[in-house]
């Protein structure tokens, strides 16, 4: 209900209030005395031993502080206990808790619990389900907690600081059905015990210290529907009898030292898990799997969504037997050794979601049945071998989000369709060699486009500058021209312009100055010229954003020349003086010239002197002037300078 501030004590004077659930609020403060007014409460009150009736007590996901309060001690019918997710300020369980006998269900997660476990939890002889996870107990795991707790189903203590071994009297737990120890410190190998527990459902055991080969005998762990031992010290082969977890439904062995069966090139246990009809996710990244995916995984469950595998050395060709997998979400197999080709079956995968290949050595082209995959949002096949065209038909993809292409062979222009996906974010196609002009297009949810290290040339198209979630821009090395487009300073959240390595030409533009997020910015080996802003972001760049601008000015820390009045306030005049004037002034005096040598020409021959001697005066007395020349000797063409030229 998203109630808030403290409980008020007015709440003892409801005398007829038989239930009270203040679960899911904001409450904070501590728990009212007057509360224990309510004698004929029997659902749902926070504390206090005169609501004697009480049997479940349920005040978790609020704002409690101060202690648990030991009274709840002293209730002698209460059933399940529910206090989690509060903001109790003594980190210790009150001794009296043990007095409960009838206590089945105690939830004390993310309650701030310190020191080592409490002793008077094993006077619980009736408990059921306990839970603690996320707090800070440290020290060992009870050895006879099964003893104390023979009902126990539920044990849940993730998220703590327990170190030691696992108890390998936790196999007398005959009820247990949940057993959850994952993120402690739990050292040496699982207990062969654990794998006797006929009644276990879940077991937790990641992000422990654990090692050793994992057991090869489940036979007994017929009802196991979750199986997590990810980040361990684990080692060995995968047991092949894995297949024998016919309920398995989660599997999760990431991050151990784990191998496929030595003598054999194909990962067998894979072979062995089509036996677990109920499979949803195989989770085995970074193991050293050292092995080829077998032909046979088509043969997998049709409840199949997840294959992680990335970094596990697999090798060999993605099966053309994948594309079976129709409830496929998700396959990951990044930095691996796979080669080959993306094989056309994969048009089978009609519910991918996430298709990542990236860092192996794929070759050949991305296959038109890849535009099949209507649910397809991330596409990941950078650092692979893959040539040849992106195909047009990827803009039928309309949830796509995510394009990672680069390092890679592309080649030809960046289709059309691509520019249309209007649910784009990310877009790198950089280290390949695309070419052509950049169309025009829409993508205005993209935040990243890398288009770095191509060949693409033209003009950089205006229209970026309506993307107006664009954060990162990379056009660097490429062979665009013309200006930079007055447009980007409309990219309020840009925050990374690299437009290096290019030929473009122009000014910078000053509405740049307005984008007030922009961190880094990159325009060096470039032809640009005039006068780089100043304000802005510009007051936190330096030269390495401008080298190689020759013609540029500005601030002495930009590594430019200083603009003079001259160049600053003329510019405009002395381009036209060049382009149109110095012509026009050029070819008059080369008329003349031509006319008096022609006079010349017919004086001497009248006068009776050889004809050929003139030419070669001539061309001797009026050297050719360049126009380098002439620029320095005017000093660039300066105010005076012009003057005189004019006289």
């Known amino acids: ?96 808790l043990g007095n409960i006998s009838t206590l089945e269900e105690l939830n004390l997660q993310e309650s701030s619990l310190t020191g080592s476990f409490s002793s008077a939890l094993l006077n619980l002889t009736s408990l059921e389900m306990i839970s603690l996870p996320k707090n800070s107990i440290s020290g060992s795991f009870p050895v006879d907690l099964c003893h104390y707790w023979p009902k126990i189903q539920h044990i849940s203590v993730s998220f703590n600081k327990f170190s030691g071994k696992i108890p390998s009297r936790i196999g007398q737990c005959s009820e247990l059905e949940i057993l959850s120890l994952s993120s402690n410190s739990f050292v040496g190998s699982i207990p062969e015990e654990v794998w006797s527990l006929q009644h276990l459902q879940i077991l937790y055991l990641g992000r422990n210290k654990l090692t050793g080969p994992i057991p090869s005998y489940f036979s007994n762990f017929t009802k196991l529907t979750q199986l997590d031992a990810y980040n361990n010290l684990l ?77 596990c050395q697999i090798r060999g060709q993605i099966p053309k037997s994948i594309g079976s997998l129709r409830n496929l979400t998700f396959l990951h197999l990044a930095n691996n050794n796979l080669s080959g080709k993306i094989p056309s079956s994969i048009r089978g995968l009609e519910t991918l979601q996430r298709l990542y290949l990236p860092n192996n050595r794929i070759e050949g082209f991305v296959p038109n049945e ?33 394009v990672l292409l680069d390092s890679n062979s592309f080649t030809s222009s960046i289709p059309m369709s ?38 693409i040339a033209g003009n950089i198209p205006s229209v970026i500058g309506a993307f107006q979630s664009l954060r990162s821009l990379n056009l660097s090395n490429n062979l665009f021209v013309g200006n930079v487009p007055k447009a980007f300073g409309d990219l309020k959240g840009l925050e990374d312009l690299d437009l290096s390595r290019n030929s473009l030409s122009g000014t910078i533009p000053k509405s740049l100055e307005t984008i007030k997020y922009l961190e880094h910015l990159n325009f060096s080996f470039n032809h640009l010229s005039g006068q780089t802003p100043s304000g802005g972001p510009f007051a936190n760049f330096t030269a390495q954003s401008f080298l190689e601008n020759g013609e540029l000015c500005g601030r002495p820390d930009f590594g430019v020349r200083n603009c003079t009045p001259q160049s600053t306030q003329n510019s ?18 080369i008329l003349a010239a031509l006319v008096y040598r022609l006079i010349k020409y017919h004086k001497k021959r009248n006068a009776g002197l050889p004809s050929s001697v003139e030419p070669t005066l001539s061309a001797i007395e009026h050297r050719m002037i360049s126009y380098q020349e002439l620029r320095r000797a005017t000093n660039d063409f300066c105010e005076s300078c012009k003057r005189e030229l004019f006289k």
């Open 418 to 455: 691509l520019w249309n996906l209007e649910s784009l974010l990310v877009l790198n196609l950089s280290f390949n060699s695309f070419n052509g002009d950049l169309p025009q297009g829409k993508l205005n949810a993209v935040q990243v486009i890398d288009l770095s290290w191509n060949q």
């Open 572 to 589: 405009k005049a002395a381009l036209h003086l060049f382009k149109y004037i110095l012509p026009a002034i050029a070819s008059t005096m």
């Open 235 to 311: 080692y060995g082969p995968i047991p092949m009898n894995l297949g024998s977890l016919k309920n398995l439904q989660f599997l999760n062995l990431a991050g151990n030292q784990l191998t496929g069966e030595p003598g054999f090139d194909e990962l067998r246990f894979l072979s062995s898990l089509f036996n677990s009809s109920s499979l949803e996710y195989i989770i085995l990244s970074e193991n050293p799997l050292n092995g080829i995916i077998p032909d046979s995984i088509g043969n997998f469950s049709q409840s199949l969504q997840v294959i992680y595998a990335p970094a």
């Open 370 to 402: 890849l535009c099949h995959l209507k649910n397809l949002g991330e596409i990941l096949l950078s650092n692979n071998k893959i040539s040849g065209l992106i195909p047009n038909c990827i803009g039928n993809l309309r949830r796509l989000q995510i």
């Open 1 to 96: 209900m998203a109630l808030q501030g403290t409980i008020s004590p007015h709440i003892g004077n409801l005398s007829f209030l038989v239930s009270l659930d203040l679960q899911n609020n904001s409450f904070f403060g501590p728990l009212p005395n007057e509360i224990s007014r309510l004698h004929r409460l029997r659902k749902h009150p926070p504390t206090l031993y005169h609501c004697q009736k009480l049997e479940v007590l349920v005040l978790e996901v609020n704002r409690l502080t101060g202690p648990i309060p030991r009274e709840l001690g002293f209730l002698p019918r209460l059933r399940r206990l529910y206090l989690g997710l509060n903001n109790f300020t003594v980190g210790t369980i009150p001794s009296s």
